[in-house]
């Protein structure tokens, strides 16, 4: 195997550039072969990493010469199993308090967990079972986690999505859990702006109270929710042909990552917030609605002619 060799001295009289040097060499997951010699996996990305570190020592007034080397063996050398360990004993932990602390600080608690996850996984060029295995524990704490604070959100189902005619939902009575967050409200804004343009909304306490003449969705044993790995945003665009419309697809993304996780969109974060705060502040979901389907429609509008 290919490995690349970092080999430092470090400026004694500068202590900064030491530590600023120490810090690079732990953020990138070098390994330290012995004194002043560090090491990683060859590579395009480490040998960047390393070369920038090296020229920040030559410019403090250390020295550092940067070496290809073949052939030993030093996957050992980055076995990262304690680091998964203490975080999976953290996850455990947890787990535990699920049933006893506030949601609120376990909700900030699952994402400094997922947090840990990606630093180690960053920094893991072996991954193993200790990674599938930590990953695991993560992905339950949040299914539950998410159990808890949102009990009545549907299960996904597995289940062909059938093609519809948008004419034939036009001025229909639709209906929803209360209180709506980012998948309900996508949804909502996307069958009044695509689907259905005179939609009314009827918001329930629970999913039992669905009137027989509604349209449910986003709760189980609704018309449309989650199926599959769609969330009902996505199930939405499947029914009614909406997917090659590439603004409305990377909405989807954006929806789909806030609702169940999976791949981070850039525009998550701001979005999110945006809609937190009309959340606080409104209290009439058909209000809340109103004022999300205009954050909405400028969100589209900046997707459907970005690249």
């Not at 909502?188 to 027989?212: E, M, S, V």
């Not at 029914?239 to 981070?264: M, N």
Request: aromatic letters at 8%.
């Amino acid at each position: 195997m290919n490995w690349l060799l970092l080999v430092l001295t470090l400026p004694t009289e500068n202590a900064t550039a030491r530590m600023r040097a120490w810090r690079a060499l732990k953020h990138c997951g070098a390994a330290v072969l012995r004194d002043g010699v560090y090491l990683l996996p060859a590579g395009e990305a480490h040998k960047a990493t390393l070369t920038g570190i090296a020229d920040d020592v030559d410019t403090a007034g250390g020295t550092a010469h940067l070496l290809d080397a073949q052939g030993a063996d030093y996957a050992g050398l980055f076995d990262r199993t304690a680091e998964y360990q203490q975080l999976a004993a953290d996850i455990l932990t947890s787990r535990i308090q699920l049933d006893i602390s506030a949601s609120v600080d376990l909700a900030r608690l699952a994402k400094k967990l997922r947090k840990t996850l990606d630093g180690i996984r960053t920094v893991d060029f072996f991954p193993g079972q200790a990674l599938a295995q930590t990953t695991a524990l993560l992905d339950e704490f949040d299914d539950a986690l998410r159990a808890r604070l949102s009990p009545d959100e549907p299960t996904a189902r597995s289940a062909a999505i059938p093609r519809l005619n948008p004419a034939d939902y036009v001025g229909r009575l639709w209906a929803t859990r209360k209180r709506p967050w980012v998948d309900r409200l996508a949804s909502a804004w996307l069958i009044r702006r695509f689907i259905d343009t005179a939609a009314r909304f009827r918001w329930l306490d629970k999913p039992a109270d669905c009137p027989k003449k509604a349209l449910g969705f986003d709760f189980d044993g609704a018309e449309f929710s989650h199926v599959g790995e769609r969330v009902t945003f996505e199930t939405l665009l499947a029914s009614f042909g909406l997917e090659t419309d590439p603004g409305l697809k990377r909405l989807a993304g954006i929806v789909h990552y806030l609702d169940v996780g999976g791949l981070p969109a850039p525009e998550a974060a701001g979005l999110e917030a945006l809609l937190a705060g009309m959340r606080t502040a409104i209290a009439d979901d058909d209000q809340l609605l109103e004022a999300a389907s205009g954050a909405f429609d400028f969100f589209y509008a900046s997707l459907k002619e970005s690249k």
